[in-house]
């Protein structure tokens, strides 16, 4: 199934039933006088956040989404049953937005599993003529018709919950040291935006803790203006815990090898200055590629600009167990 975090739906509420206009009718009793019962409540549209969805995909393909219509009332004093409301599951991390002419509104963030809001109320039911009677009108023939439901244009913004995120530049080795450490098998290919959407993989140690990471397409320089696909993607780092900065060796330079992590941050903070603040661990990956001689150079360098960077192989699995037991421990720093 594909990933998406954007669509746009028409939500429609069911619109209450007519009151029934009726006239008791038994033997012996002349003159029964009014009875027509009530219409039922249309139904209401709700928005619901549920663990067991990661995509919006299946609303791409259904975007119109309705409530059933009340039933009508009947004699005797029956009331129409109300109608089925529209439960709209989507995944915990969607803002709903309702969109009008003025522009959008943020109607609710559903940030918990079960949390949920109502987008669209049915339309009440109308009363029957039994409501009307009195002692100058004892046969009212005519009753309510019900109440229209509600038409909304809302737009379903996913943004991923993960514990930490996995940033870099394009084919830095994220989704290799992704599918190396939880059962996540994303996409690994020699070529640039191998990964085009977000991916999640989960770790869970031997007393049975979980670590949610999330795995974001290659970065490149001017990202938070919409050059590359960061653009689109930086939003689902701002609901992570911790950042893991991951910079392939191929593409450092000797002489400043910060610059890679200099400019991630930069990115970061031009799309949103509080990404930039969140904890982060810097990691150089492929080092396998390196002799005995380079990395001695490296680390020399990185000493003299004074950074701490943990370093591995995410393709043969060097150093991938240090680097996993920093984020636990990176996990314990930041939780609350």
């Known amino acids: 199934m594909r990933f998406v975090d954007e669509v746009r739906i028409v939500v429609r509420s069911g619109a209450g039933g007519r009151g029934c206009v009726s006239f008791r009718r038994e033997k012996f009793i002349p003159k029964g006088g009014p009875d027509g019962g009530d219409g039922g409540r249309g139904g209401d549209v709700l928005v619901r956040a549920s663990n067991r969805l990661l995509t919006l995909y299946d609303y791409r393909h259904q975007p119109v989404q309705e409530a059933e219509s009340g039933r009508p009332g009947a004699g005797g004093m029956c009331c129409g049953r109300a109608g089925a409301p529209k439960i709209i599951e989507v995944p915990v991390g969607t ?6 002419e003025d522009g959008e509104i943020l109607l609710a963030d559903l940030v918990a599993d079960g949390q949920e809001v109502v987008v669209a109320r049915g339309g009440r039911g109308g009363k029957g003529n039994a409501h009307f009677k009195s002692a100058t009108l004892r046969t009212p023939r005519f009753a309510q018709p019900g109440e229209p439901g509600e038409e909304k244009r809302l737009r379903l913004e996913l943004k991923i919950f993960a514990d930490a995120g996995l940033l ?105 200055p509080e990404l930039a603040r969140k904890p982060q661990l810097l990691v150089i990956n492929k080092i396998d590629v390196l002799d005995a001689a380079a990395r001695q150079q490296l680390a020399a360098a990185l000493a003299r600009e004074g950074l701490a960077a943990l370093w591995m192989s995410a393709l043969d699995g060097e150093g991938v167990p240090a680097v996993l037991a920093s984020m636990w421990q990176m996990l314990e720093r930041v939780s609350p």
């Open 168 to 272: 870099g530049l394009p084919n830095a080795g994220k989704s290799t040291f992704l599918s190396r450490i939880s059962a996540a098998r994303p996409k690994i290919a020699p070529y640039p935006f191998t990964t085009l959407t977000p991916q999640l993989g989960v770790v869970e140690d031997e007393t049975g803790r979980r670590l949610v990471v999330a795995d974001i397409p290659g970065l490149v320089e001017g990202a938070h203006a919409g050059v590359g696909l960061g653009h689109t993607f930086l939003r689902h780092v701002e609901r992570t815990r911790f950042l893991v900065h991951l910079a392939a060796v191929t593409d450092m330079d000797l002489e400043n090898p910060g610059a890679v992590f200099a400019m991630l941050n930069e990115e970061l903070r031009c799309f949103d």
């Open 95 to 100: 803002m709903v937005f309702a969109e009008s």
